[in-house]
């Protein structure tokens, strides 16, 4: 059964501050998807990723995939209050077809 | 351009009630899937479609049914409300599947509570 993991599930910064949420997962795949999270919202998809050292960056977010490690990087730059949200991996099994499995969500507040 | 639409967006049902969650998407994607969300956690798959005609169990399918007739529809029915199925339940839908690189699509939700 695949297994997704996030760290932290709960993090406090700064504006102008720099952090890194990690996904790490149970099993083969290269297929690993980010979404962000409103309160009371839907799901918004940020990155794609879709290869072993595959890269995406929009504005202070950008997201890496690491297939060997089993490691996806979320790494947001210079925070701002607008990002405060709640962010989730989720992860398309090999074998599954299209079949995504999501981690527990990092909620992202940045303070003043 | 609507995505997917989810009809109610909110619920009260009693205990042993049932009600059918719609979800239709105007994208033309073949694969369709539903999921629930609980407080302050990630999404779990109910259950999901590769065409119409075609479904499948996802991790969490007891105490739901699903039916795809067409390739816009993919309406969740609940039989038994069980208070264990006081969730936010979403439906999404991608072109072709995940593999092909495109991301699901959501839709806002049914905010859905047993009493």
């Known amino acids: 059964e695949l297994k997704v993991e996030q760290n932290p599930l709960f993090l406090s910064m700064q504006e102008g501050k720099n952090y890194t949420i990690y996904c790490n997962y149970s099993t083969t795949s290269d297929r690993l998807y980010w979404y962000r999270q409103d309160p009371g919202k839907s799901l918004e998809s940020l990155f794609v990723?879709?290869?072993?050292?595959a890269v995406k960056q929009e504005g202070r977010l950008m997201a890496s995939l690491d297939t060997k490690a089993r490691l996806s990087t979320l790494h947001i730059t210079a925070a701002v209050h607008d990002l405060s949200a709640t962010y989730f991996c989720?992860?398309?099994?090999?074998?599954?077809?299209?079949?995504?499995?999501f981690g527990e969500g990092t909620q992202l507040t940045v303070n003043p | 351009n609507a995505g997917v639409t989810q009809t109610p967006k909110f619920r009260i049902l009693k205990i042993g009630q049932s009600m059918t969650l719609q979800c239709t998407q105007d994208?033309?994607?073949?694969?369709m899937y539903w999921y629930r969300q609980d407080p302050g956690m990630g999404l779990k798959l109910i259950y999901y479609s590769v065409g119409a005609g075609i479904t499948d169990k996802g991790e969490v399918p007891n105490g739901y049914n699903v039916s795809r007739s067409t390739t816009e529809d993919f309406p969740l029915r609940l039989e038994l409300a069980a208070p264990s199925q006081t969730s936010v339940y979403f439906c999404?839908?991608?072109?072709?599947?995940?593999?092909?690189?495109?991301?699901?699509?959501f839709g806002d939700g049914t905010r859905l509570s047993i009493l």
């Open positions: 994208m033309n994607h073949n694969y």
């Open positions: 990723l879709l290869s072993n050292g």
């Open positions: 999404a839908s991608s072109a072709q599947g995940g593999r092909w690189n495109q991301p699901q699509h």
């Open positions: 989720a992860v398309d099994e090999e074998t599954s077809g299209s079949r995504l499995t």
